[in-house]
């Protein structure tokens, strides 16, 4: 399976975003997928993961309440819906698969490419 993040830009405290990940391949429904973030100088982190079902979803504590996880197994895609965004969101957002949800970057085996999502005024 391959990735591709995108939806990534600026918006300011408060508002909103929404970011794809979408999946060439036809095994996708079988994967895991997380959410994981990357700010300059700061190590990668967990932000929310899925089952490949869709069934259970994990999130960080820092986006409890304010991210969405989702998938579209027909679509291919998952979506993390960003809502109250702040400035300390801000990072390279990445999406990563794998044979189930861990907040260890180390247990997924294929990433996409990352979209920068900045919260600013």
Known sequence: VQLQAFGGGLVQPGGSLRLSCAASGRTFSSYAVGWFRQAPGKEREFVAGTRWSGS???YAD???GRFTIARDNRENTVYLQMNSLKPED???YYCAAGPYVSA???QYGTWGQGTQVTVSS
Request: proline content about 8%.
């Open 104 to 106: 260890w970057p180390s």
């Open 62 to 64: 820092s986006v409890k």
């Open 56 to 58: 259970t979803t994990n």
């Open 90 to 92: 801000t990072a390279v």
